[in-house]
């Protein structure tokens, strides 16, 4: 395994740097197809793939390598090594920097006598699912002279935020505690990102509008930032919170559009595949299920696979294994 720190671009265009994780397979091969995987939500810069020592996100690369492939999986902008706080959901910097970490990823296995194909298999979990699904539709807009992609296995992705995930959200079908979590990480970095709110206070009820956004600067785990927030939506969001995520407009109206816009006018002709769990209370089926709509709308008949009565967390791990069998049976070694 490899921590690779590269050169990419942050939301605004400017020149920046990120990091990731390439494992490469112990077997002699000399030529490798990559598999790159684009991981799930983390708030703390220490649980990215490239730094952390234990995680489902590492282990789904290492999976990937273990059966033959290359796995290539970047931080995101932000976590891991890179500088500054992440821009949580923002798909456009996502992709950039996932396909620019497979160019390094490349570049640097070249350079200790591995070649990396031009077929590269696209999967990503949970967060990772659009940006899988964005970087197919860049790569087949022939975005980069050398990778092509082969298949897209995109497993419990939020493809329909607007639509499906934020009424979700708002009814209480989610998991309490992952949805305060997901909510307060979205509107703090959204925030940065297209100027949500001029205060905290216009959207995060006292006291947790003069502490929210501290929790997400990238030094906070998991269990540190639920045990500063309150059990519930109600007891975190104002009335105009909520009003906004009913009722979309302006800026945040036209940055949905473009974070649910993965699965939409545009051909794949490629293999793709949509793994989830009818139990997932994190992101629910029915953002799979619009994304097989809005594809089969272009002529793909996208096939949703059921990975069993299992968690959001678990559907990753069940996903991987099933994705790492498809894109092996695809290129049996």
């Not at 600067?217 to 639920?226: A, K, M």
């Not at 045990?227 to 939506?233: D, E, M, R, V």
Request: charged share 20%; proline share 6%; aromatic share 8%.
């Amino acid at each position: 395994m490899y921590r690779l720190v590269y050169r990419t671009i942050d939301p605004d265009g400017h020149a920046t740097t990120a990091s990731g994780l390439l494992a490469l397979p112990d077997n002699g091969e000399h030529d490798l197809k990559a598999v790159a995987f684009a991981h799930g939500t983390m708030a703390d810069k220490a649980d990215a793939p490239s730094v952390s020592e234990h995680g489902s996100e590492l282990a789904a690369t290492i999976t990937y390598a273990s059966a033959g492939f290359a796995g290539v999986t970047p931080d995101y902008l932000g976590l891991g090594l890179g500088p500054g706080p992440h821009p949580y959901s923002d798909v456009p910097s996502e992709t950039t920097a996932y396909l620019d970490m497979l160019r390094a990823a490349r570049a640097y296995s070249a350079g200790i006598e591995r070649q990396l194909s031009r077929e590269v298999y696209i999967t990503g979990f949970s967060q990772g699912g659009p940006a899988a699904m964005n970087l197919a539709r860049t790569l087949r807009g022939d975005a980069d002279d050398w990778f092509r992609a082969a298949a897209v296995a995109a497993i419990s992705g939020p493809f329909d935020i607007q639509a499906t995930e934020l009424p979700a959200l708002l009814n209480n079908s989610l998991d309490p505690t992952s949805a305060v979590f997901y909510i307060a990480y979205f509107l703090v970095a959204w925030n940065r990102l297209h100027n949500l709110y001029q205060s905290p206070g216009e959207v995060f009820q006292a006291p947790y509008d003069t502490t929210v956004t501290d929790l997400f600067d990238g030094s906070h785990g998991l269990r540190d930032i639920v045990g500063s927030l309150p059990a519930s939506i109600d007891g975190l969001l104002t009335p105009h919170a909520l009003d906004m995520l009913r009722n979309p407009v302006g800026s945040f109206a036209t940055a949905l559009r473009v974070a649910d816009d993965t699965c939409r006018d545009w051909t794949p002709g490629i293999p793709i595949r949509l793994y989830t769990s009818g139990k997932d209370r994190d992101v629910v089926a029915g953002n799979s299920v619009r994304c097989q709509a809005l594809l089969r709308d272009r002529g793909v008949d996208a096939s949703i696979i059921d990975v069993g009565e299992v968690n959001h967390l678990d559907s990753n791990r069940s996903g991987t294994a099933a994705a790492a069998r498809w894109f092996l049976e695809s290129h049996p070694s």
